[in-house]
């Protein structure tokens, strides 16, 4: 989804691997700040619901 976004914007940005990384440097950050660690169900729920929404804003 992030290369199709890209593509359609027309624009770079940064690479899934870099994605990859800035997420896991902000889970770190969010576990050791507040303990918050959600499960691999939990994230799958809120990529699911970013996605809904991407999708609904897409369409406008």
Known sequence: MVEEAR?????GGPTC???AATSEQARAA???WN????THAEEQDL???LDRR??????R
């Open 7 to 11: 593509a359609a914007a027309g624009k």
């Open 17 to 19: 691997e870099e994605c």
């Open 30 to 32: 969010l576990k050791e």
């Open 35 to 38: 303990g918050y660690a959600p």
């Open 47 to 49: 990529d699911s619901e």
């Open 54 to 59: 991407l999708a609904r804003v897409a369409d």
